[in-house]
């Protein structure tokens, strides 16, 4: 297929995506007294149980082996190295938010690491003093007016809403590098990512630990951690002020 169809249905369906999100989310939700819109949390919790019995199986045995058996050096150039592959979305959203400063801020990282990092094994930019920026397309939704929606848990993905997951299937259209590689190296960023989330799940160990296996309720202290972080990373004050962290579900897990 060429680069011009892809192009082309790629566009299509971030037009369908998007106006299919702006249907599905923009409707004011019923007010929460915790600030917290759930009206799927059996299943939720059901998805959860299931994640966490991942984590504790799969993924943390992995994570912290690989954190114990790399580098920090390696597992840095390794995380440098697949966001500087992601730098292009960022690029695009940055676009579509009007953002042009943004934009320019991810170009000239983009460039600088890709050519004096080596690709962007090395993130050389930041030792420039070139301020990093990131977003995606859920923050492009939240720029355009789209509501947050429910509150979902996605297998192996975990936390997200309504909006936040539509975002998440529209960005694995929005980076131009997925159009101008070819097979195999476009797959490159994706090992690179998943190497990186295990890189952060085995770092941050004991905080994932203590939120999963002994908090009394660990989806419901998962779930207003993760809204909490995602709303003030957006800058959406209004919905961030009404959860009360300490006010925690205290049902059975």
């Known amino acids: 297929m060429s680069l011009f169809c892809r192009a082309r249905r790629a566009a299509l369906l971030l037009i369908a995506v998007g106006s299919l999100a702006a249907c599905a989310t923009s409707d004011q939700r019923p007010a929460q007294p915790d600030g917290v819109f759930d009206p799927y949390e059996a299943q939720n919790r059901r998805v959860h149980a299931f994640n966490r019995g991942l984590d504790r199986a799969v993924v943390r045995p992995a994570a912290v082996g690989y954190s114990t058996v790399l580098p920090d050096e390696i597992e840095d150039s390794i995380s440098h190295f697949a966001k500087n592959l992601g730098e292009p979305s960022v690029v695009v959203n940055s676009l579509l938010q009007g953002d042009a400063r943004g934009a320019g801020i991810s170009t000239v990282r983009f460039l600088t690491n890709s050519v004096l990092g080596i690709f962007g094994l090395f993130d050389v930019a930041s030792d420039f003093q070139i301020p990093q920026h990131d977003t995606d397309f859920g923050e492009t939704l939240y720029v355009w007016g789209v509501g947050e929606g429910a509150y979902i848990e996605l297998p192996l993905l ?96």
């Open 158 to 253: 975990g936390p997200s809403t309504a909006r936040n997951t539509t975002g998440k299937v529209v960005d694995l259209f929005t980076n131009p590098l997925s159009y101008m590689v070819e097979s195999p190296e476009q797959y490159y960023g994706t090992v690179a990512a998943a190497a990186s989330g295990l890189s952060r799940r085995g770092r941050f160990s004991d905080t994932v630990d203590s939120i999963l296996y002994e908090s009394a309720d660990s989806y419901a202290q998962a779930r207003l951690i993760w809204l909490q972080n995602r709303r003030f990373q957006l800058g959406d004050t209004g919905t961030a002020a009404a959860i009360d962290p300490f006010a925690l579900d205290t049902e059975g897990f």
